[in-house]
């Protein structure tokens, strides 16, 4: 259950195996934890070269695949195939609908990392493109963290929608601090080890959610390693959608 900090503007959240595919945790949306809009969806998959999986259309998103182990392949809608390996990325912005799927390789398990957000409203339409890339280059900074940037101005894949995201392991103990922005929502996912998110203990499954925030802490220890995603929210998606209500004749 998702655990909210109203003075911090802060949510632990807990991954939940996806009942639909036993090989995907749903750090949201699961029972607890809806889309988090502009963030709809925010998945870590472990596979094996037996594991089958369908081809799947979207539109009106970006949609990140971010490779941490293993092998797989990228099919697009015309059946084209990219292999990608640790490191590597698949970035769709689908304005028109895109179909895609990800294939096993024989022999080969695989991990990844899988980020949908809403595309913000447009004057003009954004391209509708899938970019085939690899992570950028990993940096040690001097508080003891090894950053690679994944999306973003740093990186080697630019977002339609201004998602960044950067995947962060420590290599000595210590804190380090990463700046927000107070229009953005961020999600901190633990995807090794133990540490703490802005003085809250988590572990590897879990994630922060953060909202109206410049800035937050990451402190841990060598093999702690987060991935830390954040996207602009445009003024529609500022507070939660309100359900819809019948009206009255």
Do not use: C
């Amino acid at each position: 259950m998702a655990e909210p900090d109203s003075t911090r503007n802060l949510r632990i959240v807990h991954a939940e195996i996806d009942a639909s595919d036993k090989t995907t945790s749903l750090l949201f949306p699961h029972r607890d934890q809806g889309p988090w809009l502009p963030f709809e969806r925010f998945a870590e998959t472990i596979t094996t070269s037996r594991t089958k999986m369908e081809r799947h259309p979207h539109r009106g998103e970006e949609v990140l695949i971010y490779v941490l182990d293993g092998e797989i392949e990228h099919v697009d809608g015309s059946g084209h195939r990219e292999k990608l390996g640790p490191g590597s990325l698949a970035l769709l912005t689908a304005h028109e609908e895109i179909a895609h799927e990800l294939a096993t390789v024989k022999g080969k398990r695989a991990r990844w990392l899988s980020i949908v957000v809403r595309l913000p409203w447009h004057t003009e339409p954004p391209p509708t493109e899938v970019q085939i890339k690899g992570a950028g280059d990993a940096a040690q900074a001097a508080d003891g963290t090894i950053q690679t940037p994944v999306v973003g101005p740093l990186a080697r894949a630019d977002s339609f929608a201004g998602l960044q995201v950067m995947d962060v392991e420590f290599a000595k103990d210590g804190t380090a601090f990463f700046r927000i922005g107070g229009d953005h929502r961020a999600v901190a996912y633990v995807l090794a080890g133990s540490g703490k998110l802005e003085g809250s203990l988590v572990q590897t499954g879990s994630g922060v959610l953060l909202e109206n925030r410049t800035g937050f802490a990451i402190g841990g220890s060598p093999g702690f390693r987060v991935a830390l995603a954040s996207v602009p929210v445009p003024p529609e998606h500022s507070e939660e959608p309100e359900p819809k209500r019948k009206r009255v004749k």
